[in-house]
Structures are given as C-alpha cells and as structure tokens.
T-cell receptor, first 116, second 118 residues
Framework: AQSVTQLGSHVSVSEGALVLLRCNYS??????LFWYVQYPNQGLQLLLK??????LVKGINGFEAEFKKSETSFHLTKPSAHMRDAAEYFC??????????????FGKGTMLLVSP | DGGITQSPKYLFRKEGQNVTLSCEQN?????MYWYRQDPGQGLRLIYY???????QKGDIAEGYSVSREKKESFPLTVTSAQKNPTAFYLC?????????????????FGSGTRLTVV
C-alpha cells in the first residue's frame, strides 16, 4: 500500500530564514507527488508537482522540491520565508486506490509558522 | 471563472439528523472526490466518482452516501450512522479519470464546508 509521511506537524521559522518541510513516501510503482498549501478555512492550492520529468521541481511563491528516489523523499524548500507563507502544507502521492482508480493519498500536514 | 463551489461554508446540525453537502463544478471535469479533514489527520478519502452514475467507496465511507446524477454535481450526505461527523469537508475534481490526467493536473479543490454537529 502506498503512504505519505510528513515529519513534523509544526515547523517554526523566522522571516527570511530557510524553509524545509519534509515528506517521505512509500510506493511500489514510480510515484507522482504533489505539494499543496492550505490557508485557514480554505481549500487546498497546488504548489508544485513531480511527474518524473525533472527531479528538481519549481513551484509558485518561490517554493521548490527535490525528488530523491534513493531516499524516497520529496522535501519542500524555500530560501527565504515570508509572513504570507504561514499556512498548512500537505504532501500527496498519486496512485491506484483499492478499486483500481487513481486517487491522491495525503500526508497529515505540516503547519508552517513564520515569526517576524 | 471556472471552479468548484461548495455550499454552505458553515453548517450546523443536531445529532441524529442527516445533512447534505453540496459540491458543484463548472470545469467540465470527469472525476470528483470527497475528503474529510480533521486536525492532525490530514485528508482522508470518503467517496469518489470517475464518471456520471458511478462512484466508489474511499477509505472512510461508513456513515456517508453520495450520488452522481450530473457531471457537474457530486453531493455528499452525512447520515446519522456517522459516529463523529463534525469535521471540515473538501470536494475536489480532476480533469479525467486515470493516472495520466491525475499525474499531470492533480486535483482542483473547493473551499470546503465546516460541519458542526451538536
């Protein structure tokens, strides 16, 4: 069965500091992976996705993620945090559900807190 | 602009009552999904539908029901059999069934409905 693990339910950084949000996955087939962001009481917005074209993926708002097959990881980074980056971030893995259709499996989320 | 509309944004119901959450999309997407979100639990799949008049159970379908009579609409009913219905419910869609479309486009999400049962 496929799964997604996000290390750290909360990450705190200072404004201007590096952001690193960790995601590890388990999949028996080549994975396709996503990062989504959620602001309070809103839906999820796609940040970036990995679909095997390139291991370093650039997304919106200055975020990027690197796919490392040997480490089964897809960590999200941003060189310099901004106050507006404070939100919850979800890593998601695409694959076949039990019925055979494809769905996304989400991690439990990491809340990013940014202090002035 | 195209998108997914979930209504209402906030919903209060008494324990033991059934309640239906609306999800409408004008993106012409074939596949639609319902997820439940609880603090610290991430998103868990309730039901999904790849085409009209067909749907599949997700990981936590007990106590929920859905219908897909129109391509644009995928309402979710939370029944009295659901033990802990208070949660944030998210509807999503993808352009077409299958891994190809999902891997390329991912999901588009609605803004959610927060259901509180008292």
């Amino acid at each position: 069965a496929q799964s997604v693990t996000q290390l750290g339910s909360h990450v705190s950084v200072s404004e201007g500091a590096l952001v690193l949000l960790r995601c590890n996955y388990s999949s028996s087939v080549p994975p396709y992976l996503f990062w989504y962001v959620q602001y309070p009481n809103q839906g999820l917005q796609l940040l970036l996705k990995y679909t095997s074209a390139a291991t370093l993926v650039k997304g919106i708002n200055g975020f990027e993620a690197e796919f490392k097959k040997s480490e089964t990881s897809f960590h999200l980074t941003k060189p310099s945090a901004h106050m507006r980056d404070a939100a919850e971030y979800f890593c998601a893995l695409g694959g076949a559900h039990g019925s055979g259709y494809s769905t996304l499996t989400f991690g439990k989320g990491t809340m990013l807190l940014v202090s002035p | 602009d195209g998108g997914i509309t979930q209504s209402p944004k906030y919903l209060f119901r008494k324990e033991g009552q059934n309640v239906t959450l609306s999800c409408e999309q004008n993106l012409n997407h074939d596949a639609m999904y319902w997820y439940r979100q609880d603090p610290g639990q991430g998103l868990r799949l309730i039901y999904y539908s790849q085409i009209v008049n067909d749907f599949q159970k997700g990981d936590i379908a007990e106590g929920y029901s859905v219908s897909r009579e129109k391509k644009e609409s995928f309402p979710l009913t939370v029944t009295s059999a659901q033990k802990n219905p208070t949660a944030f419910y998210l509807c999503a869609s993808s352009i077409a069934p299958g891994q190809g479309a999902l891997s390329t486009y991912g999901y588009t999400f609605g803004s959610g409905t927060r259901l509180t049962v008292v």
